[in-house]
């Protein structure tokens, strides 16, 4: 469920509470005054009317006195005659015919003798509501409980058929504004959520904003609310990220600009010493063994620093987006031939690659061959053989025809641990610490390099044993389907 439902069902849940409460009590307290002021005029009127008519009557009474008191209190009634029933001890008379005071209960009699005092009940009887009132005659007519009684009692039973309308009525009529008051209800209530959301929209959309890299997205601050001080704060938030994102950015450029700079300035001393190294080289085998050892030692740390300066020139490439691809339609298998052999692994490595000609596509030789070089050698260097490359087609229903490269070595694989990390720049593992081999870049370029050209590497743990490398790039029919225009050609300097 939505904010914005849970805030209109509450606000007019709440609405509806407060509707129907204020109704019921509207009610109650209207029933409870009409009822009121006819239950006391009727008491009173009642009373008068005995205290007035009993001094007229012979003490103890005979039935025939029985019958005429009765009729007379029962003429006491404004728009109708009363329902009177007079008794005396066993006697009793009633001023109508039959059956009529079924409404008067025993406990209402037995309170009336023992208290001495006007009671009344109002009851419910064959669907009808009625006010019974029972009061005690002392001696001398007079109304009081400290004067005992005569024994005459005089009960009187007054139907509220008025009364009862006008409850109807007042019903009705709360029924009535119900209806337009939760209408009014619900319509504040999506007034006042609209109100509420407006402020929590405007976050959302601020907040995908600054998520989609727009750092300098702010809001519009209104009022001094809760919803205030929250756009402020997110405007202070967004405000200081900005400021942090931009010197991060500013002290990454510069790292990356100094990375450039000083593989570029090293580039020249290097060069000058490789040729001294391979001027030494030649002449070692002239020399004594121990300064022999000291010039091949020379000799192939010079060579990995110049890989290292090389690959760092290529990092540095990527990382400015200067990197560009120069595509060529080529056979994939051939190529990858050329790549082992060039560097004398044709023996080493076991291949599974298909015939001449059955697998072309457009990408760009040179890094191909990176890609592979860099994932082999890592295969050689720390796996275990034998190690194996392969190479074969698959299409896909989104990205069309593409080529997989695997190479997968007969090692121990990879610790679960590791394998997130492999293709990050200059990561080892904490069983790996010692110096390597590699310039710990070679899985960082690969991956850069199988971007550029639109693909994905992954590095996981074959079930039989040793780590997998499985690279899938698409493959380009022609330069019209491509439809990437041909770069210019990168400065390799």
Do not use: C
């Amino acid at each position: 469920m939505g904010l914005r439902l849970r805030l209109v069902v509450t606000f007019t849940l709440v609405a509806v509470v407060a509707t129907v409460t204020t109704g019921a009590l509207t009610f109650r307290e209207a029933r409870t005054g009409v009822l009121q002021q006819s239950q006391d005029t009727v008491i009173e009127e009642f009373r008068h009317r005995v205290n007035t008519l009993v001094p007229n009557y012979r003490f103890p009474p005979d039935a025939a006195d029985l019958d005429a008191f009765a009729a007379d209190v029962s003429r006491g009634g404004r728009s109708q005659p009363w329902r009177v029933l007079v008794a005396y001890r066993e006697a009793s008379a009633t001023s109508v015919p039959g059956d009529a005071f079924a409404e008067l209960s025993p406990a209402m009699r037995e309170s009336v003798r023992s208290r001495l005092a006007t009671v009344f009940q109002r009851v419910s009887h064959d669907g009808h509501s009625a006010l019974v009132v029972g009061m005690p005659v002392t001696f001398a007519g007079q109304y009081s409980t400290e004067r005992p009684a005569s024994g005459l009692e005089v009960y009187l039973t007054v139907p509220q058929r008025e009364e009862q309308g006008y409850v109807d009525a007042l019903v009705t009529a709360i029924e009535r504004a119900t209806v337009p008051a939760l209408v009014l209800a619900v319509l504040i209530a999506l007034l006042a959520a609209r109100g509420v959301l407006r402020p929590v929209r405007a976050l959302r959309r601020a907040t995908r904003s600054i998520a989609e890299g727009h750092l300098d997205t702010r809001l519009a601050v209104h009022g001094s609310d809760e919803l205030a001080d929250l756009s402020r704060t997110f405007n202070e938030t967004a405000a200081a990220l900005e400021g942090s994102v931009a010197e991060l950015r500013r002290m990454e450029a510069g790292a990356r600009r100094f990375a450039a700079d000083v593989s570029h300035e090293l580039r020249t001393p290097l060069a000058a010493m490789s040729a001294v190294t391979d001027v030494l080289d030649e002449d070692a085998a002239g020399l004594d063994e121990d300064t022999a050892t000291a010039v091949r030692l020379i000799s192939t740390e010079t060579a990995k620093l110049a890989e290292l300066v090389d690959d760092l020139m290529e990092i540095s490439r990527f990382d400015a987006g200067a990197a560009a691809l120069h595509l060529d339609e080529i056979d994939l298998a051939e190529s990858l031939r050329r790549t082992l052999a060039s560097r004398g692994w044709q023996d080493t490595v076991e291949t599974g690659l298909p015939k001449p000609g059955e697998l072309r596509g457009r990408v760009d030789p040179r890094r191909l061959d990176v890609i592979v070089a860099n994932l082999v050698a890592n295969a050689l260097r720390h796996g275990a053989p034998p190690v194996r490359l392969d190479l074969h087609a698959q299409d896909d229903p989104r990205a069309g025809r593409q080529a997989v490269v695997t190479v997968r070595d007969g090692g121990d694989g990879i610790p679960e641990s590791v394998l997130p990390h492999v293709f990050d720049r200059f990561y080892k593992s904490a069983d790996a610490r010692a110096r390597s081999e590699g310039s710990g870049l070679g899985l960082a370029i690969t991956t850069e390099n199988v971007r550029l050209h639109g693909g994905t590497v992954r590095a996981a743990n074959h079930p039989e044993g040793g780590a997998v490398f499985t690279v899938v790039l698409p493959l380009r029919p022609d330069a019209a389907e491509d439809g990437t225009p041909s770069p210019a050609k990168e400065d390799r300097t």
